[in-house]
């Protein structure tokens, strides 16, 4: 929660950030980077290489979102799954997100490096 302070020259809570962090949030979670407010922050204010990260828990799967100004058409998405080192359980992460995914008889990555 962001709380604004009034000062004495005003009865209005402005300028401390609150509308900025939203858009943060919003950018984080694929807003297109034409329509968000964090765009118009000067280059020399707000590094455009800076990741902006949301991190979020679903059905007990760990997953963080990370991305930058620079990069805002390759977003990033990390699953942090408790388990073996390899990622067997990928074609059902991505089933997640791309539809379909799972039935389309992916190459495990575990076979791929030579570790199945």
Do not use: Q, W
Not at 22 to 46: D, G, Q
């Amino acid at each position: 929660m962001i709380l604004g302070e009034s000062d004495d020259t005003s009865s209005k809570n402005n300028g401390v950030g609150k509308s900025l962090c939203i858009e943060f949030l919003n950018f984080a979670l694929l807003k297109r980077k034409a329509e968000s407010r964090v765009a118009k922050i000067p280059k020399a204010s707000f590094d455009p290489r800076t990741l902006i990260c949301v991190d979020f828990e679903l059905n007990g799967v760990r997953y963080t979102i990370k991305r930058s100004l620079e990069e805002s058409e390759h977003p990033r998405i990390v699953v942090d799954r408790a388990g073996p080192g390899c990622l067997d359980s990928a074609p059902l992460d991505l089933s997640g997100f791309l539809p379909g995914y799972a039935e389309r008889g992916a190459l495990r990555f575990c076979r791929c490096v030579g570790r199945a």
